[in-house]
Nanobody, 124 residues
Framework: VQLQASGGGLVQAWGSLRLSCAASGRTNRVWHMGWFRQAPGKEREFVAA????????HYADSVKGRFTISGDNAANTMYLQMNSLKPDDTAVYYC??????????????????WGQGTLVTVSS
């Protein structure tokens, strides 16, 4: 499975961006997808995730109410609509995919496949 993230860029605080992540290859192995981010000098952290079966969504507390994750199962594409962006949201955003989530969506090792990342910069 290959993942291609796109949509990053430079935006002013309180602005919006929409990230996309397209999956290709053996997409029948992808039952869950998620977004993680890594800010300069910090550990990578969970942002949001979605389960294709039933469409369950999960968010980090820091983005609840501002970010919305969605997906187009038929197109094997996941989106992250980011509103009310803050400078603290500046990071490289990575998309990830998994066949099974055994424990928690927020745990990196649950994911089998990773995209290359897209940079989001929020200016104050």
């Amino acid at each position: 499975v290959q993942l291609q993230a796109s949509g990053g860029g430079l935006v002013q605080a309180w602005g919006s961006l929409r990230l996309s992540c397209a999956a290709s290859g053996r997409t029948n192995r992808v039952w869950h997808m998620g977004w993680f981010r890594q800010a300069p000098g910090k550990e990578r952290e969970f942002v949001a995730a979605i389960g294709w079966s039933g469409g369950s969504t999960h968010y980090a507390d820091s983005v609840k109410g501002r970010f919305t994750i969605s997906g187009d199962n038929a197109a094997n594409t996941m989106y992250l609509q980011m509103n009310s962006l803050k400078p603290d949201d500046t990071a490289v955003y990575y998309c990830a995919a998994a066949r099974y989530i055994y424990s928690e969506y927020a745990i990196e090792y649950e994911y089998d496949y990773w995209g290359q990342g897209t940079l989001v910069t929020v200016s104050s």
